[in-house]
T-cell receptor
Framework: SQQGEEDPQALSIQEGENATMNCSYK?????LQWYRQNSGRGLVHLIL?????REKHSGRLRVTLDTSKKSSSLLITASRAADTASYFC???????????FGKGTTLSVSS | GAGVSQSPSNKVTEKGKDVELRCDPI?????LYWYRQSLGQGLEFLIY????????KSGLPSDRFSAERTGGSVSTLTIQRTQQEDSAVYLC??????????????FGPGTRLTVL
């Protein structure tokens, strides 16, 4: 596939713990985005990191990007049960006409 | 303001029938995307509309699939002679403009299609 493989496929943690998800991609990028999906329906944009950025924060989210390794990580700190969802990274396709998504990481946070 | 809406939310059809799925993007968004998500999978790009430009249809899996965008707003995805492998959630997204710049996409809730 062109891009966007998340690791691990599934992650189970307790409330209050941190969750880290990784993403690898294959080609050069302008930016990388992370999305969240609840119950297999619509996706919600979480954060976008540009290729010239190495780290970005948004609330309890921290995203890193290593363009030399073509990888990114999403860290959710102090997780809550409401964080239970699937998380996807996405990068633009070569034509710049769509996002290419990986299969996602399914996060389960138990109270 | 209103987000991206899709209808119907669920559609059950028999193999061989045609179905139409509708997407209302956010007002003013010039770019519109259709994706398909099979069970437990990531999103698969289907088609992209940007303003009055010719759509990028490179993701459509077969000639049974087609899409239109009328008046630069509402879009309809049509699947003819549905097959069981067409069962999936069909997601529509829009963005203020194309992906050339750093643009997030705004997704609708999806249409879950089940072909019996």
């Amino acid at each position: 596939s062109q891009q966007g493989e998340e690791d691990p496929q599934a992650l189970s943690i307790q409330e209050g713990e941190n969750a880290t998800m990784n993403c690898s991609y294959k080609t050069s990028i302008n930016n990388l985005q992370w999305y969240r999906q609840n119950s297999g329906r619509g996706l919600v944009h979480l954060i976008l990191i540009r290729s010239n950025e190495r780290e970005k924060h948004s609330g309890r989210l921290r995203v890193t990007l290593d363009t030399s390794k073509k990888s990114s990580s999403l860290l959710i700190t102090a997780s809550r049960a409401a964080d239970t969802a699937s998380y996807f990274c996405a990068v633009a396709n070569q034509a710049g006409t769509a996002l290419i998504f990986g299969k996602g990481t399914t996060l389960s946070v138990s109270s | 303001g209103a987000g991206v809406s899709q209808s119907p939310s669920n559609k059950v059809t028999e193999k061989g029938k045609d179905v139409e799925l509708r997407c209302d993007p956010i007002s003013g968004h010039t770019a519109l995307y259709w994706y398909r998500q099979s069970l437990g999978q990531g999103l698969e790009f289907l088609i992209y509309f940007q303003g009055n430009s010719a759509p990028d249809k490179s993701g459509l899996p077969s000639d049974r699939f087609s899409a239109e965008r009328t008046g630069g707003s509402v879009s309809t995805l049509t699947i003819q002679r549905t097959q069981q492998e067409d069962s999936a959630v069909y997601l529509c997204a829009s963005s203020p403009r194309g992906l050339g710049v750093r643009n997030e996409q705004f997704f609708g809730p999806g249409t879950r299609l089940t072909v019996l």
